[in-house]
């Protein structure tokens, strides 16, 4: 009976250790890539509310299947809930990156470091207005190139995400 009772337990985690999570898109589409990158090529465009399993995490993309194609979704167009945080747990995210997203109490301010991740409306908040933007929109959605000529800056934006920035001296 003890022997059974093991091999129960083993046979649960073997077979939750391959379990697929449930997950939404959340406010904007999601593209999903061929790899875990802004470059890589996009398979398709997953509409606001769309179901998706998560099948693993590279940082900071999920790895989803979705109508039967798999590929990778950037963490930030998930809809953050208790899923969200149970998803966090599971694959090890340092979800204090997210902060911002999930937690709207956090005070920001021109002090504030830029974080990939952090949306287009808490950039504005750390660094005002930009003094010119670039904005280009495709069929998987707009990219942006927010211009700070003053600070000698260049901020980057997918679908209202900050994706890169760079600063020149």
């Known amino acids: 009976m003890k022997n059974l009772s093991v091999i129960l337990v083993l046979l649960f985690l073997v077979i939750s250790s391959f379990s697929q999570d449930k997950a939404f898109v959340d406010n904007l589409p999601a593209v999903l890539r061929e790899k875990p990158d ?30 039967e194609k798999e590929g990778y979704v ?16 599971k694959y090890k995210i340092n979800l ?3 902060k911002s997203v999930l937690n709207p109490k956090v005070v920001i301010n ?11 409306n808490t950039v504005r908040q750390i660094l005002g207005a930009p003094d ?13 190139q927010w211009v700070y000529s003053q600070k000698n800056m ?16």
């Open 132 to 144: 010119s933007n670039n904005k280009s929109t495709s069929s998987s959605g707009v990219r942006e």
């Open 74 to 89: 950037r963490i930030t167009m998930i809809k953050i809930d208790e899923q969200m945080a149970l998803l966090g747990k």
């Open 96 to 98: 204090d990156s997210l």
């Open 154 to 169: 260049y901020v980057y934006f997918e679908n209202g995400i900050l994706t890169s920035f760079q600063e020149t001296k």
């Open 110 to 120: 021109s002090n504030t470091p830029l974080q990939i991740g952090m949306s287009a």
């Open 38 to 67: 802004i470059t890589g090529n996009e398979i398709l465009t997953i509409k606001n509310n769309e179901e998706i399993l998560i099948t693993d995490y590279v940082a900071p993309y999920f790895k989803v299947k979705y109508n």
